[in-house]
C-alpha cells in the first residue's frame, strides 16, 4: 500500500480538479496563450468598410439615411467588389424615399448583396421571454441574400467559437460561413484562429467610399467586403481571448478567414485526454522505484514542457488543438505527491507549531511554563523570568515546586493539584489559585492555568501563570465596598441581610436582635449647613457608635440617616439604653464642628416563625413608631404596629377609592370681624363621607393622606374647588374670600404658582378672593423656593396666611424672610387665653407683632364669647372658631353666614 501512496495521492488530486471543473478552464487558458505564437496574416481576400467615428461625423446623424447606403453599393460595384455584405439591420422602415433608393440599389446589384439577420430576446421577466427574428425587408430580401451575425460568449465572457448558421425558419448560414461558401448544417461549430493578425486585414473608412476616393476604391477591388460599424460609439464590441476587444464585424471577419485558411479550428476529444492520462500514470509507476525524487521531478517538468511543444507545433501545421489540460493536472498532482512523499510533513508541521509557540510564548506578558513528567521545567518564558526572578538558564531542569510556597517536591500538596487539574482537564480545577515563592523569597497570589498533553517523552504539563497579588487586592477592595458603606465604613444594609440570613440558616444557636437608629432631622442639618457637613456628621456618628458597640455586634448603615445594629439578644435592651443615654448627652465633635443630635431608637428580638426579612422590618416599624411618637426612648416592636401599618394602607386603598368615587367634600367655617362679628372669610376644610362609615373625621385620614401619593392629587382637587366655589358666590352677589390650606406635596411635586394662575384664569375668580395657608413644615422643605413660589403668587394679588403660627422652631424668621398677608394665632395659645397668662402673653407678643409687620391678624380656636372679647380688647381683629360656627357644607353654610353676613 506505501508503494502506491503517491499515486493514489495524485490521482485523488486530480480527480478533485476534474470535480471542481478546472480542465475546462485550464484547456481555454492553455488554448488562448498559444495564439501568441505563430501569428499569421490575414489572407487580404476579404475587406472591411468601416462605419467609424469619421464616417459619423460626416454624415451627422444614426441612423444614416439609406441612400448613403444605396449609394456605397453603387460605388462598391463601380470599383468592382465581387460581394457585399453588409452587418446592418435592416428590419424596420425607414423614409420611403430612402428605401426605395436602397432596394433599387440592391436590384442593380444583382444578388451580390448579403444583409443581416439576426435573434434577440424580446418581452420581461413578467409577461415572459421569447426568441424574435429580426430579417430585412420583404422588399430588399427579394434581391439580397441573408446571413446570420450572432455569436455566442461562453461562461467567461469570451467569444472562441463560431457557427457555421443557424436554422430560424429554415437554415440560414453565419456571415463568415456565406463569404467562404460554407453551408453545411450538420458541421459543429469550431475555434475561431486568433492568431490570425487584424492589422493585416485591408479596411477603408465609409466617408471615404461614399466621396468616391480613387485610393480607397482600389483597395476593395476584386475582394469581398463587409460594410459594418466600428465606432466605439455604436457599441458592437465583444470581448476574445488574451485580453483583445474587437468590434463584431471584425469578429466574422476572423471566422472567415479561419474557414478562408483551413484554420476552422477543433479541439481533441475526451479519448486521447483519457488514453495520455492513463499513459502517464503507467509512466509514473514504472520510473517510481527507478529514480530520486530529483529525477522524477524533472521528468515531470520535461514531459510537461514536450507535450506543450508537440501541442503547439501540431496547432500551427494543422487546425487541431490538442488538449493537454488533463495531462498538465495530472503532472501537477505528481509534482505534489513527490513533494509529500519526500518532506516528513508531520516533522514540518511540528517545526511550524513549536517556532509559532516560541513566537507567542516569548512575546506573552503572562508566564509560560512547561514541565515534562517529573516536574521539571523544560520551557521558560521572560514573563514567567519577570514573576519569579529566575533567568531562562537557571529556571530550566529545576523542579518547578521549588516555585511554589511549602513545596519542596513533586508530591507537595500544591503540585499534586496542578498534577490532578491538568489530567482532568475539569473546568473547576483547570484555573487553580496558588502561592508562589519568588526568588527573594517572597511569597504571592499566583493564578494558574493547567493543561497537559501526551509527548514524545512521556507526560508533559503546560501552565499559564500570573501574579495576581494586585487582582487580589482589587478583588478583596470590590467586596469591601460591595459589603461596606464607602463613607463610614459599617456595613452596607445588603451585607447586614445577609448576614441576619446567615444567623437564620444556621439553627440552634439564638439570632441576634436588630436595633434600628435614626438621626432626627438629619436633612435639616445637611440642607443648612451643606452636603460636607452632613458627611462628617455621618461618619462621627457610625464612630462614635463602634465605640458603644460590644465586640460581637455589627453595625451598619442602613439608609441615609438610618443605621442598624446586631446584637445579641441578651445585650439588646442594655445596648439601646446606651446609645440612646450618649447621644442624648454628648454631642458629636467633628472638625471645628460640635452638633448635638437627637436619635430615634426601635429595635425587635426575633419571635419563633420569623425571618430575617421578618426582623429587620419589625425593627423598622418599631423606629417608625418612635419617630412618628417623637419619643426619645428606644421603643421595642409590639404586634400593635404591624397591624397598624396594614390598616393605614388599607386607609391609603380606601383613599385612592374615595378620590376616583367623590366622596371627598369641602365644609367651610366662618372667619369674622371681631369688632362687628361680620363674615369677612371661611376656611375650606376637606371631609370624607364613607359610604359605609359616614362623615369619617378629619383626624383620622389627614395625616396619612399628607404621606402618601395622593397628597398632591387631593390637595389640587380641594384649591379647585375651593376656587369654583369661591367663585359662583361672588356671581351671586355675596363675594367672600376663602382661606385653603396648602400641603407639602404642592410646592415639592409641582409648580404651584403655575396652578394657581391656571385656576384663577379658568374659573374668573378675583385673586383677593382666594388665600393659602401654609405652615411651617411647608416653608422648611426647601425655603428658596418657597419664598420664590409665594412672591408670584402674591404678585398675582392672591393673599398667603401662615397658619399654627407660634408652633414650630423658625416662625419669626419666617415672618422676615416670607411675603405674608396675614397671621393665623394657633388654638393651642387661644383656648386657655383666659386661664393661662402665659399663652395671654404669647397672644399679645404675636398680635403686637404682626401688626407691627403689616400682617393682619385671625385668632383660631375661639370657643366663647369672652375669649373672642379679650382678643378684640388686645387688638386682634379677626376670629375663627366654633363659637362662630362649625365647618359646614356649602349650601348650608350659604344660608346660615352668606345671607345675613353675621354670626349671631
Given at each position: 500500500m506505501t508503494l502506491y501512496r503517491p499515486h493514489l495521492v495524485a490521482f485523488g488530486l486530480f480527480a478533485l480538479a476534474w470535480l471542481v471543473g478546472l480542465p475546462a478552464a485550464l484547456a481555454d487558458l492553455i488554448g488562448d496563450k498559444r495564439f501568441l505564437w505563430p501569428q499569421h496574416p490575414a489572407s487580404e481576400t476579404i475587406a472591411l468598410v468601416e462605419i467609424d467615428a469619421p464616417s459619423l461625423a460626416r454624415i451627422g446623424v444614426w441612423p444614416w439615411p439609406r441612400r448613403h447606403h444605396a449609394k456605397l453599393i453603387e460605388q462598391l460595384e463601380a470599383a468592382g467588389v465581387t460581394d457585399i455584405l453588409f452587418d446592418v439591420d435592416f428590419s424596420a422602415r425607414s423614409n420611403p424615399a430612402d428605401d426605395v433608393a436602397f432596394g433599387e440599389a440592391l436590384a442593380k446589384a444583382g444578388g451580390s448583396v448579403v444583409l443581416a439577420a439576426f435573434q434577440q430576446r424580446a418581452g420581461?421577466?413578467?409577461?415572459?421571454?421569447?426568441?424574435?427574428?429580426?430579417?430585412?425587408?420583404?422588399?430588399?430580401?427579394?434581391?439580397?441574400?441573408?446571413?446570420?451575425?450572432?455569436?455566442?460568449?461562453?461562461?467567461?465572457?469570451?467569444?472562441?467559437?463560431?457557427?457555421?448558421g443557424a436554422r430560424i425558419g429554415e437554415f440560414v448560414p453565419s456571415f463568415g460561413a456565406l463569404l467562404v461558401g460554407?453551408?453545411?448544417?450538420?458541421?459543429?461549430?469550431?475555434?475561431?484562429?486568433?492568431?490570425?493578425?487584424?492589422?493585416?486585414?485591408?479596411?477603408?473608412?465609409?466617408?471615404?467610399?461614399?466621396?468616391?476616393?480613387?485610393?480607397?476604391?482600389?483597395?476593395?477591388?476584386?475582394?469581398?467586403?463587409?460594410?459594418?460599424?466600428?465606432?466605439?460609439?455604436?457599441?458592437?464590441?465583444?470581448?476574445?481571448?488574451?485580453?483583445?476587444?474587437?468590434?463584431?464585424?471584425?469578429?466574422?471577419?476572423?471566422?472567415?478567414?479561419?474557414?478562408?485558411?483551413?484554420?476552422?479550428?477543433?479541439?481533441?476529444?475526451?479519448?486521447?485526454s483519457i488514453a495520455g492520462t492513463l499513459a502517464i500514470i503507467a509512466a509514473m509507476v514504472l520510473l517510481w522505484l527507478r529514480s530520486s525524487a530529483r529525477r522524477r521531478v524533472a521528468i515531470v517538468l520535461w514531459t510537461a514542457a514536450a507535450l506543450e511543444i508537440g501541442a503547439l507545433l501540431i496547432q500551427a501545421r494543422w487546425p487541431v488543438i490538442v488538449d493537454t489540460s488533463s495531462w498538465h493536472l495530472l503532472l501537477g498532482a505528481y509534482l505534489i505527491a513527490i513533494a509529500l512523499h519526500e518532506?516528513?510533513?508531520?516533522?514540518?508541521?511540528?517545526?511550524?507549531?513549536?517556532?509559532?509557540?516560541?513566537?507567542?510564548?516569548?512575546?506573552?506578558?503572562?508566564?509560560?511554563?512547561?514541565?515534562?513528567?517529573?516536574?521539571?521545567?523544560?520551557?521558560?518564558?521572560?514573563?514567567?523570568?519577570?514573576?519569579?526572578?529566575?533567568?531562562?538558564?537557571?529556571?530550566?531542569?529545576?523542579?518547578?515546586?521549588a516555585c511554589l510556597a511549602d513545596s519542596q517536591d513533586f508530591a507537595s500538596v500544591q503540585f499534586i493539584r496542578l498534577r490532578d487539574a491538568a489530567a482532568t482537564q475539569s473546568v473547576e480545577d483547570h484555573v487553580l489559585d496558588l502561592v508562589g515563592l519568588r526568588r527573594t523569597g517572597e511569597r504571592f497570589a499566583l493564578e494558574a492555568s493547567v493543561s497537559s498533553w501526551q509527548g514524545t517523552d512521556g507526560r508533559q504539563f503546560g501552565l499559564v501563570l500570573r501574579d495576581i497579588t494586585v487582582k487580589q487586592r482589587e478583588r478583596e477592595r470590590?467586596?469591601?465596598?460591595?459589603?461596606?458603606?464607602?463613607?463610614?465604613?459599617?456595613?452596607?444594609?445588603?451585607?447586614?441581610?445577609?448576614?441576619?440570613?446567615?444567623?437564620?440558616?444556621?439553627?440552634?444557636?439564638?439570632?441576634?436582635?436588630?436595633?434600628?437608629?435614626?438621626?432626627?432631622?438629619?436633612?435639616?442639618?445637611?440642607?443648612?449647613?451643606?452636603?460636607?457637613?452632613?458627611?462628617?456628621?455621618?461618619?462621627?456618628?457610625?464612630?462614635?457608635?463602634?465605640?458603644?458597640?460590644?465586640?460581637?455586634?455589627?453595625?451598619?448603615?442602613?439608609?441615609?440617616?438610618?443605621?442598624?445594629?446586631?446584637?445579641?439578644?441578651?445585650?439588646?435592651?442594655?445596648?439601646?439604653?446606651?446609645?440612646?443615654?450618649?447621644?442624648?448627652?454628648?454631642?458629636?465633635?467633628?472638625?471645628?464642628?460640635?452638633?448635638?443630635?437627637?436619635?430615634?431608637?426601635?429595635?425587635?428580638?426575633?419571635?419563633?416563625?420569623?425571618?430575617?426579612?421578618?426582623?429587620?422590618g419589625n425593627a423598622h416599624l418599631a423606629l417608625e413608631a418612635a419617630i412618628l411618637t417623637r419619643e426619645e426612648q428606644p421603643i421595642g416592636f409590639a404586634i400593635a404596629m404591624r397591624d397598624r401599618v396594614a390598616s393605614q394602607l388599607a386607609?391609603?386603598?380606601?383613599?385612592?377609592?374615595?378620590?376616583?368615587?367623590?366622596?371627598?367634600?369641602?365644609?367651610?367655617?366662618?372667619?369674622?370681624?371681631?369688632?362687628?362679628?361680620?363674615?369677612?372669610?371661611?376656611?375650606?376644610?376637606?371631609?370624607?363621607?364613607?359610604?359605609?362609615?359616614?362623615?369619617?373625621?378629619?383626624?383620622?385620614?389627614?395625616?396619612?393622606?399628607?404621606?402618601?401619593?395622593?397628597?398632591?392629587?387631593?390637595?389640587?382637587?380641594?384649591?379647585?374647588?375651593?376656587?369654583?366655589?369661591?367663585?359662583?358666590?361672588?356671581?351671586?352677589?355675596?363675594?367672600?374670600?376663602?382661606?385653603?390650606?396648602?400641603?407639602?406635596?404642592?410646592?415639592?411635586d409641582s409648580d404651584l404658582?403655575?396652578?394657581?394662575?391656571?385656576?384663577?384664569?379658568?374659573?374668573?375668580?378675583?385673586?383677593?378672593?382666594?388665600?393659602?395657608?401654609?405652615?411651617?413644615?411647608?416653608?422648611?422643605?426647601?425655603?428658596?423656593?418657597?419664598?420664590?413660589?409665594?412672591?408670584?403668587?402674591?404678585?398675582?394679588?392672591?393673599?398667603?396666611?401662615?397658619?399654627?403660627?407660634?408652633?414650630?422652631?423658625?416662625?419669626?424668621?419666617?415672618?422676615?424672610a416670607f411675603p405674608l398677608d396675614t397671621l393665623k394665632i394657633d388654638q393651642t395659645f387661644v383656648r386657655q387665653l383666659l386661664n393661662d397668662s402665659g399663652d395671654a402673653a404669647i397672644v399679645r407678643a404675636t398680635i403686637d407683632l404682626g401688626l407691627s409687620l403689616g400682617l393682619s391678624i385671625i385668632a383660631e380656636g375661639i370657643e366663647d364669647v369672652e375669649t373672642a372679647d379679650r382678643l378684640k380688647d388686645m387688638g386682634c381683629e379677626e376670629g375663627q372658631g366654633y363659637h362662630f360656627g362649625r365647618p359646614l357644607p356649602a349650601a348650608e353654610f350659604e344660608q346660615l353666614f352668606l345671607a345675613g353676613r353675621r354670626v349671631a
Open positions: 420581461d421577466l413578467n409577461r415572459g421571454v421569447t426568441l424574435h427574428v429580426n430579417r430585412p425587408l420583404p422588399e430588399f430580401a427579394a434581391h439580397s441574400w441573408s446571413a446570420v451575425v450572432n455569436v455566442l460568449p461562453e461562461t467567461d465572457g469570451l467569444v472562441r467559437r463560431y457557427s457555421l460554407r453551408h453545411d448544417e450538420q458541421s459543429p461549430p469550431f475555434r475561431i484562429d486568433f492568431s490570425i493578425r487584424t492589422d493585416t486585414v485591408p479596411t477603408v473608412s465609409y466617408s471615404a467610399v461614399l466621396d468616391g476616393e480613387p485610393q480607397a476604391l482600389a483597395r476593395l477591388k476584386g475582394r469581398k467586403v463587409i460594410v459594418a460599424g466600428t465606432a466605439v460609439e455604436l457599441g458592437d464590441r465583444f470581448n476574445v481571448p488574451n485580453g483583445r476587444v474587437i468590434p463584431g464585424s471584425m469578429l466574422q471577419l476572423l471566422a472567415a478567414e479561419s474557414l478562408l485558411q483551413g484554420r476552422d479550428l477543433q479541439i481533441t476529444g475526451l479519448p486521447l518532506i516528513d510533513l508531520r516533522g514540518l508541521l511540528r517545526g511550524i507549531a513549536e517556532r509559532r509557540f516560541q513566537r507567542i510564548a516569548m512575546s506573552l506578558g503572562d508566564g509560560l511554563v512547561c514541565l515534562d513528567d517529573q516536574g521539571r521545567i523544560v520551557f521558560w518564558n521572560p514573563g514567567a523570568a519577570r514573576i519569579f526572578g529566575y533567568s531562562e538558564e537557571e529556571a530550566l531542569d529545576r523542579s518547578f515546586a470590590i467586596r469591601y465596598l460591595a459589603e461596606h458603606d464607602d463613607l463610614t465604613g459599617l456595613l452596607n444594609r445588603h451585607t447586614l441581610g445577609e448576614r441576619l440570613v446567615a444567623e437564620f440558616e444556621k439553627g440552634g444557636a439564638p439570632v441576634s436582635a436588630v436595633v434600628m437608629i435614626g438621626i432626627d432631622r438629619f436633612h435639616h442639618f445637611s440642607d443648612i449647613h451643606g452636603r460636607e457637613f452632613g458627611d462628617q456628621l455621618l461618619v462621627a456618628f457610625a464612630e462614635r457608635l463602634r465605640a458603644l458597640m460590644p465586640p460581637e455586634a455589627e453595625a451598619a448603615r442602613f439608609a441615609d440617616d438610618e443605621f442598624a445594629l446586631l446584637v445579641p439578644q441578651e445585650r439588646a435592651a442594655a445596648m439601646v439604653d446606651s446609645v440612646a443615654h450618649d447621644f442624648g448627652s454628648a454631642a458629636l465633635v467633628f472638625g471645628e464642628w460640635r452638633q448635638r443630635v437627637t436619635v430615634r431608637i426601635g429595635y425587635a428580638v426575633p419571635e419563633p416563625g420569623w425571618s430575617a426579612d421578618h426582623l429587620i386607609l391609603e386603598a380606601e383613599l385612592r377609592i374615595a378620590l376616583e368615587k367623590n366622596q371627598f367634600e369641602l365644609f367651610y367655617q366662618p372667619q369674622v370681624l371681631l369688632s362687628d362679628r361680620s363674615v369677612i372669610g371661611a376656611e375650606a376644610l376637606i371631609r370624607w363621607r364613607h359610604p359605609v362609615r359616614g362623615l369619617v373625621p378629619p383626624g383620622q385620614f389627614i395625616p396619612l393622606l399628607n404621606n402618601s401619593p395622593l397628597s398632591d392629587a387631593v390637595a389640587n382637587w380641594v384649591l379647585a374647588t375651593a376656587c369654583r366655589q369661591s367663585r359662583r358666590w361672588q356671581m351671586a352677589g355675596t363675594p367672600i374670600r376663602v382661606g385653603v390650606n396648602l400641603s407639602p406635596s404642592q410646592l415639592q404658582q403655575d396652578t394657581v394662575a391656571a385656576l384663577l384664569d379658568q374659573t374668573g375668580l378675583a385673586p383677593d378672593l382666594l388665600e393659602l395657608e401654609v405652615t411651617e413644615d411647608i416653608l422648611i422643605e426647601d425655603a428658596g423656593k418657597a419664598q420664590k413660589t409665594f412672591r408670584e403668587i402674591r404678585a398675582r394679588g392672591v393673599k398667603i396666611a401662615f397658619d399654627d403660627f407660634g408652633t414650630g422652631y423658625g416662625s419669626l424668621s419666617y415672618l422676615k
